[in-house]
């Protein structure tokens, strides 16, 4: 089944039909998204900043992470759940767009980043004078900046 | 309306406006920082408000996450000011002849009172060390809510439709 056939069905789906129909469930569905994603931006950039060495954070950085994390999972977890939604509401669209794959792209790589930091950075918060906590954090700010530009594009570009 | 028609006349006439409507660009990016800025307000927010509803940095006293969190606060909303004027300049037709962007505009400046008061409220109370009032409970909660209101009251500029005779 090929990705165009996918966004095809998608696309006759009661959902889909209902966001096309509704101008308030769409509305409210992306306000949703955009509360989600600040919540995870807001939160990962102390995080990231923290890790960096800069920003208003108190504690470690050990101490910041399990602080913090909590509220980037549940605006991960709130965001994903709103972004499928709104995928529907226009599935071929998305399908063909450039920045929804850049977007997605780059969700990937900070997803590999945080398993990269998990495995291996993690366990050098405590070393004084270590930089690849310093380096991971900089690339997850970079590559959460990059998300947010991709998301906003899309909407200009569809 | 005639003072809000006039000025949008004159906004659409300033440099301001020429250098924001000729670059294609510009306008989802001041989009993105005004994202940004949405981010740093929600966060700085959570954390005086998740303070006083004990749930966050428990162990140090209101005050002074209060007064950490303040700056972020007071900057990011100067960069959505910054921004929104910006954005209204590249349209100012749009936002100024909706109901909802005066809405929005009123919940942003309770819920940046209601962040800001919970310093006040703190030292009011003086419930000592680490302890907060039920007062600032409920503050937080309201405040808290009423962001989220600024946030689904500023994604429905896009939808909402304009006054009867708003220019076109």
């Known amino acids: 089944m090929s990705l165009q056939s996918v966004a095809l ?3 006759e789906t009661p959902l889909a039909l209902e966001l096309a129909d509704s101008n308030w469930l769409f509305g409210t569905v992306e306000a949703l998204h955009v509360a989600a994603l600040t919540l995870v931006i807001g939160s990962i950039a102390l995080v990231d900043l ?4 800069v920003g208003p954070a108190r504690g470690t950085a050990q ?19 709103s972004g499928s939604v709104l ?8 399908s063909e767009n450039f920045w929804f794959a850049a977007k997605f792209s780059l969700l990937a790589l900070a997803g590999i980043n945080a398993l990269v930091f998990h495995l291996f950075a993690q366990s050098k918060l405590a070393e004084p004078g270590s930089v690849i906590p310093r380096i991971s954090g900089a690339i997850s700010l970079s590559l959460w900046l990059g998300i947010v530009i991709a998301g906003r594009w899309i909407g200009y570009t569809l | 309306m005639s003072l809000l028609v006039d000025f949008a006349a004159w906004l659409g006439t300033t440099s301001l406006s020429a250098l924001v409507i000729g670059h294609d660009w510009l306008v ?3 989009q993105v920082v005004h994202i940004l800025a949405v981010a740093g307000v929600l966060i700085a927010s959570l954390h005086i408000h998740l303070r006083a509803l004990n749930l966050l940095e428990r162990d140090v006293a209101q005050e002074q996450v209060t007064a950490r969190f303040l700056p972020i606060l007071w900057g990011a909303l100067g960069v959505l000011a910054f921004t929104g004027l910006l954005l209204i300049a590249s349209e100012p037709t749009r936002a100024m002849f909706r109901t909802i962007f005066w809405v929005k505009l009123a919940l942003a400046t309770a819920a940046s009172i209601g962040t800001w008061a919970q ?8 419930t000592g060390g680490v302890a907060v009032s039920p007062a600032q409970r409920v ?3 309201a405040t808290l809510l009423v ?7 500023g994604r429905w500029i896009a939808y909402a439709d304009a006054w009867a005779g708003a220019p076109a």
Do not use: D, H, K, Q
């Open chain 2, 28 to 30: 989802p990016a001041i």
């Open chain 2, 147 to 153: 962001w989220l209101g600024v946030i689904y009251a």
């Open chain 1, 87 to 94: 995928l529907f509401a226009n599935p071929i669209g998305y």
């Open chain 2, 139 to 141: 503050l937080a909660v």
């Open chain 1, 63 to 81: 101490e910041v992470l399990e602080r913090l994390v909590p509220f980037t999972l549940v605006g991960f977890a709130l965001a994903l759940a």
């Open chain 1, 50 to 53: 923290r890790l960096i060495g």
């Open chain 1, 9 to 11: 069905w998608l696309s």
């Open chain 2, 119 to 126: 310093g006040p409220l703190a030292l009011r109370f003086n």
